[in-house]
């Protein structure tokens, strides 16, 4: 308690000291050694490929040694730890679907994929996807390992209670726009007061903006997302809360209601499919797969990329593009849920048998012709982290009630703000 | 002429250990390394002027010892502390070039709303939490004194708390006040009251954080408490009883006053520890959507200053502002303890 101010001011100008001295014996440790050719590591996280394949990458490519980390915990920011140094960077490193855009600025610290024959194998590959791991002068810096093509889950034994349509195709026909899904939803809850028709609101507004064509910036770097495409969005995402048929779970309750029977609807990417079956097993043969309404959407699915500063790009892409071959993603498929980038994949038995959780219904029937048909937008840099309030805006108006007007108005001047901030115009 | 009792042993010391034994210490505002081992045979003049590297030299066992701590701490705290004032000055995505902004990143920070929110934030569950987790460690601490059995038992169940992994208890928090299925609305429901939705409204998520962080650090307080008040002299209470008092009056006018210096150094750790809340509202509401995992769960009420600045610099790739922010919130907290320390300093000065 009587530590004087002079004596406390001595130490601080003694520490600050020290610190500079190791500040500027920090500068020189960046070296770049040479790598080795024939030692490539290999960084993903845990199921983002399929293990089963991986390991038989390293007895095919038996004169190379792949080593393979498993990467937990926040895989970005230790990949950008990882590239800041030659030695600490991998060879072949995942990248997630939300994170590609962000490392396109910095696309020189990526080999393009294109000089080391990706361009051959390119039209055997969904071109919406590819174009997301595209800069806008024309490098590929990722190869798509999955993709999320999303569509209506629905509890068939619950639609036939309400007097709803049955059949996915039947279902997929009738509801076909967001009114029509939101009017079935309505019919839905009054038969079954306990069930509701969507989780949150939030998730209808990603698929909404997953349908269009513009997101939140567009290719000169502008903000568009004031503009009348997300506006739609929003009024649309709004509906199912002014219905009364929005479950509004916004915590970590989401395992009980749809366990619980209170999401007669889910819609979501093809590897949600396995969210569901695990929280509620009791459900299994009673859900079914229909289009989604409004057109096909993406969420998710990631890339393969290769550092700069590889020890060998050829062969590194040579390894890429066989655990990427539609074979064996059609392997992965079976065994991580990935689904595959590669249309010629959707045509091999993986995919075509039919999904006992789903009453045997070949979903590959729901999910190929929409994966082919998702639209393709531009996904700046800075877009995940400008969309962020209009989010949070959308479960305000759930938890507090908030009038949906004043939320939009907030989330437009935050979402400017942070454009501004990551140096939008 | 309430206070006479026990004025006279408050106003000899402001701690509870010169007032017990002045005479067999020495005073504890000399200079240290005077007195002791060394000190007669350093020459008076000349310690004094130059410490020097000589004397570095001959004490180099010494310093050898207690070195790993302090280069650990130079490259793992004190370097990215320093670095992080650098990088508040300029705009990064954390693997491309710098460019200086100058005081760009704290003009935005300005103009932030979301950022005045999460320092409300902040600002609300610290209160909702240190008000009573050191007002019941202090009861604890009284209690557990005054037992005479299970001594040991208590002050390890009072301890468990704190060393259990915090994403646990955030879990399990989550699960006991969770809105549809949780033990809590359960409870209330048989009762055939109507269910509280814990996790959604601004005020209770804010609430249940400030239960979970009172529940954790409630017994490590109690635990300091107790050594406090072991080190009074029981002749105090003897006396004051002999003078009338009651049990009350032995708590407000012995107890509180000699324990003051604790207390400041609670309210001190309890400042800068609870005003750095990170991990609960991450792991309470870090499971849903993933657009955001860090916006701190419904309306961002549970978004604290840390986890806003980890959602900036780590979800959005903008480092120069996330540095701005730690910085910004710095010197809150830094004002927050210098009130504290005011505050219970001039109090204890009163008599």
């Known amino acids: ?425 | 002429m309430s206070s006479s009792p026990v004025a006279g042993p408050a106003a000899t010391g402001p701690s509870s250990g010169s007032g017990t034994a002045p005479a067999g210490r020495p005073a504890p505002d000399r200079p240290r390394g005077g007195p002791g081992r060394h000190g007669r045979r350093v020459r008076p003049v000349s310690a004094g002027a130059r410490p020097g590297p000589r004397r570095v030299a001959r004490h180099w066992p010494q310093y050898l010892a207690i070195s790993p701590y302090y280069l650990i701490f130079t490259v793992f705290m004190l370097f990215p502390v320093i670095f992080t004032v650098y990088l508040a000055f300029q705009k990064w995505d954390g693997i491309g070039d710098m460019h200086f902004v100058g005081f760009q990143q704290f003009r935005f920070l300005w103009d932030d709303p979301i950022f005045w929110l999460s320092v409300r934030n902040t600002l609300v569950i610290w209160v909702l939490s240190t008000v009573p987790m050191l007002f019941l460690a202090l009861v604890l601490a009284v209690l557990v004194n005054s037992t005479k059995r299970f001594t040991a038992f208590y002050r390890v169940a009072l301890f468990i708390p704190s060393i259990t992994s915090l994403v646990a208890i955030a879990i399990f928090f989550g699960a006991i006040f969770s809105n549809n299925f949780g033990l809590i609305n359960a409870i209330l429901r048989s009762m055939h009251l109507s269910a509280v939705p814990w996790l959604s409204n601004e005020w209770t998520i804010k609430l249940v954080i400030a239960a979970l962080m009172t529940w954790q650090w409630t017994g490590y307080n109690a635990i300091i408490y107790l050594a406090g008040l072991q080190a009074i002299p029981s002749e105090l209470y003897e006396a004051a009883k002999m003078d009338g008092a009651g049990p009350v009056r032995l708590f407000f006018s012995i107890t509180i006053p000699l324990l003051r210096p604790i207390i400041l150094f609670t309210v001190v750790v309890s400042t800068v520890t609870g005003l750095q809340s990170f991990t609960e509202p991450q792991v309470l509401f870090g499971s849903e959507a993933s657009t955001n995992p860090n916006s701190g769960g419904p309306g961002q009420a549970a978004l604290t200053t840390l986890l806003y600045f980890y959602h900036q610099a780590f979800d959005n790739n903008d480092f120069g502002y996330g540095a701005a922010i730690v910085w910004a919130f710095f010197l809150v907290i830094l004002l927050i303890v210098l009130i504290n320390w005011r505050l219970v300093q001039r109090k204890e000065r009163r008599p």
């Open chain 1, 1 to 425: 308690m009587d530590l004087s101010r002079r004596r406390f001011l001595q130490a601080a100008v003694l520490t600050a000291a020290a610190a500079g001295a190791t500040a500027a014996c920090g500068g020189g440790s960046g070296s770049s050694g040479s790598k080795d050719s024939k030692n490539l590591s290999l960084w993903y996280w845990g199921g983002g490929l399929s293990d089963k394949v991986v390991a038989d990458a390293k007895k095919h490519f038996s004169d190379i040694t792949l080593k393979t980390s498993l990467v937990g915990g926040d895989f970005k920011t230790k990949l950008l730890t990882g590239l800041r140094a030659a030695q600490s960077a991998p060879d072949i490193t995942g990248i997630k679907g939300e994170d590609i855009a962000s490392f396109l600025p910095n696309a020189n610290r990526f080999v393009d994929l294109k000089s080391v024959g990706a361009d051959k194998l390119m039209p055997q590959y969904l071109s919406w996807k590819l174009k997301q791991a595209t800069t806008q002068d024309g490098k590929l810096i990722g190869f798509p390992i999955d993709i999320g093509p999303c569509a209506t889950y629905y509890r068939e034994d619950l639609f036939a209670q309400a007097g709803l349509p049955t059949d996915p195709a039947k279902v997929s026909a009738e509801l076909s726009t967001w009114d029509d899904y939101f009017k079935a939803g309505v019919e839905l809850h009054k038969a079954v007061p306990k069930t509701y028709l969507v989780n949150n609101i939030g998730s209808v507004f990603s698929m909404i903006i997953g349908q269009g064509t513009k997101r939140f910036i567009d290719e000169n770097n502008t903000f568009i997302g004031d503009q009348d495409h997300i506006r739609t969005a929003w009024t649309t995402a709004v509906k199912p809360y002014t219905l009364g048929i929005d479950a509004k779970i916004n915590d970590n309750t989401w395992n009980a209601a749809i366990s619980g029977g209170a999401l007669g609807t889910e819609i979501g990417a093809a590897w949600h499919a396995l969210d569901i079956s695990s929280a509620a097993p009791g459900t299994k043969g009673k859900w079914r797969v229909a289009n989604l309404p409004g057109g096909p959407s993406n969420l998710g699915g990631s890339f393969l990329s290769i550092p700069a500063t590889s020890g060998n790009p050829e062969e590194a892409f040579k390894i890429i593009s066989w655990i990427l071959s539609p074979e064996n993603q059609a392997r992965g498929f079976t065994d991580a849920a990935l689904f595959p980038t590669a249309p010629a994949a959707y045509k091999l038995p993986a995919l075509t048998g039919g999904d006992a959780f789903f009453g045997g219904q070949k979903t590959i029937e729901i999910f190929g012709p929409a994966a082919e048909k998702i639209p393709s937008a531009y996904e700046a840099p800075a877009d995940a982290a400008v969309s962020v309030p209009f989010f949070n805006e959308l479960t305000s108006i759930e938890a507090k009630g908030k009038d949906p007007e004043q939320a939009w108005k907030d989330a437009v001047s935050q979402a400017k703000q942070i454009a501004q901030r990551q140096g939008v115009k």
